[in-house]
Nanobody, 127 residues
């Protein structure tokens, strides 16, 4: 059974940094389309970073571009999200997700195409 487990969330002040990790079991991060999403109370799930493993191309929405970086460690089978210059509006539950690589370039930041999801880790940014 595939399991994705996020960690690294917490509370930080605006301007601070956090690094989220996502460890996988029964699934390899050496292929496919991998993403990080967030969901704030009362809002939909928003893609904040994705990577097409085959090419290592990464994708970000304008809201986090230049502040967030997605990466992975094949040896540890772990996906990361480095978040810098955090803002109060970044406060949300953060989820990692994985799927096959079909149409990754077009849909990597859309939650609907992802098959596997972690349980989430909370990030709270105070002003």
């Amino acid at each position: 059974q595939v399991q994705l487990v996020e960690s690294g969330g917490g509370s930080v002040q605006a301007g601070g940094s956090l690094r989220l990790s996502c460890a996988a079991s029964e699934y390899t991060f050496s292929s496919g389309c991998l993403g990080w999403f967030r969901q704030a109370p009362g809002k939909g799930r928003e893609g904040v970073a994705a990577i097409y493993v085959a090419s290592s191309d990464t994708f970000y929405p304008d809201s986090v571009k230049g502040r967030f970086t997605i990466s992975r460690d094949n040896a540890k089978n772990t996906l990361y999200l480095q978040m810098n210059s955090l803002k109060p509006e970044d406060t949300a539950m953060y989820y990692c997700a994985a799927r096959g690589d079909r149409f990754c370039y077009l849909t990597s930041l859309l939650a609907g195409g992802y098959r596997y999801w972690g349980q989430g880790t909370q990030v709270t940014v105070s002003s």
